[in-house]
């Protein structure tokens, strides 16, 4: 007999390396973040990573908060769950009936010292959690005087509903512009215009890069590289397809080590490498069965270390992805938010005012430039 429900991700981010601070083991402290629920489902199940942990990780409770009811999440029947350092778990399915378009909460409670190292940042319209001193895993309602908002998700990577098999996932995967608001922008877009069998999964880690990463205290927590981040964050519950923007930390970050030892320019890659490093990316999504949409790269003009060498590069790269035909699709980003007279420099009103990410305005101009067909 045919099954006509399986498992679909719909929400998620990607695990990164904190800021290395003395603060960062925490303890006595309960994490919850909201989870938006586009389409309705019978069941529900967490993932929880340590993949960038040195240390194991010990959840003591985990609820789901639902329909004015909490339900206990365990692994393998036990309520306490660890994580082994670099290690991930998925708990048990809870049986729960969801509805289109509501909110459960994830909450999950850390007794002892804990090093919170697994994290990612991302902020946007659906994306914010709260920490609040105790455990407060049944608490409906926690109160603002012992929680603070937070835009960091720690541990936390995924979470999957049992669902119609119509029902599919599409990953926005890059750096600190997907980190931000657009993926949001385009999960409140699939609502509004009626794509209801669709959720918006978010892959993105500021800082990062395609070709590299950091080995140094100072900057460790601009991510990991395109090696060692998409084989593990892209495969997804219930996916079908990736839309990738990535690259411009590649060509902005070495500066030279006059200007900063940790930044070289032998750092710098060439634009056949960069090149070479989105191919590799698209053999794997292929390899995963997801169809490929590559975003080009936002314009730069006027940030700290433009260039004329940098933007050079810039734009054989996205000249690449417009005629690129290993992929199903380019979605032009830099032609929709650049400014016509100065096609270096964003539009002034999607510029934030950092010349490299774009405004609210920008990031909603992003999202509408999807195309339908990718969100039906």
């Known amino acids: ?30 994490i919850r973040y909201p989870i938006h629920v586009p389409f309705g489902g019978t069941g529900v199940r967490l993932t929880f990573d340590n993949y960038c942990g040195t240390e194991a990780v010990t959840l003591n409770k ?76 049944e608490n409906a309602h926690i109160g603002i005087n012992n929680s603070r908002t937070t835009h960091l998700f720690y541990f936390l990577s995924n979470v999957s509903v049992l669902t119609d ?13 997907t980190a931000q608001d657009w993926p949001d922008d385009l999960a409140l877009r699939c609502f509004r215009e009626g794509y209801h069998k669709t959720a918006i999964i978010r892959r993105a880690t500021s800082g990062s890069r ?10 460790e927590s ?15 519950d ?7 923007q990535q690259g411009i930390n590649d060509i902005i ?19 056949e490498e960069l ?20 975003g080009t790269l936002l314009p730069m003009g006027g940030w700290r270390t433009d260039a004329p060498f940098r933007q050079e590069m810039r734009r054989i790269y996205n000249d690449f992805i417009r005629t690129t035909d290993l992929i199903d699709g380019c979605i032009d980003f830099d032609r929709a938010l650049r400014d016509p007279e100065r096609p270096d420099h964003f539009l002034p009103e999607y510029d934030s005012g950092d010349h490299l990410h774009p405004s609210k305005a920008g990031y909603q101009r992003m999202a509408m430039e999807i195309p339908a067909e990718l969100l039906r």
């Open 275 to 294: 090149i070479e490093g989105l191919k590799a990316y698209i053999a794997q999504a292929r390899s995963f069965g997801y169809r490929v949409y590559v």
């Open 1 to 30: 007999m045919e099954q006509t429900q399986r498992w679909v991700s719909v929400w998620g981010n990607a695990v990164s390396v904190a800021e290395n601070r003395p603060e960062r083991y925490a303890k006595d402290i309960t």
């Open 253 to 271: 970050h070495p500066v030279g080590a006059r200007v900063n030892i940790f930044r070289p320019m032998k750092d710098l890659p060439t634009v």
């Open 165 to 177: 098999r119509c029902n599919r996932a599409i990953v926005c995967y890059g750096d600190s512009i």
């Open 62 to 137: 985990v609820t789901v908060f639902y329909g004015g009811k909490f339900y206990t999440a365990t692994l393998d029947g036990q309520r306490e769950m660890k994580i082994p350092a670099g290690e991930k778990i998925v708990t048990d399915p809870l049986s729960v009936a969801l509805r289109e378009g509501e909110i459960l909460q994830v909450s999950f409670y850390l007794k002892d010292f804990t090093l919170m190292r697994s994290v990612v940042y991302a902020c946007g319209p659906l994306s914010e959690g709260l920490y609040a001193n105790g455990d407060e895993t």
């Open 210 to 219: 395609i070709l590299r990463e950091y080995h140094c205290l100072t900057y």
């Open 222 to 236: 601009y991510g990991l590289s395109g090696e060692h981040r998409f084989a593990h964050e892209v495969p997804t």
């Open 238 to 244: 219930g996916a079908d397809a990736v839309i990738i």
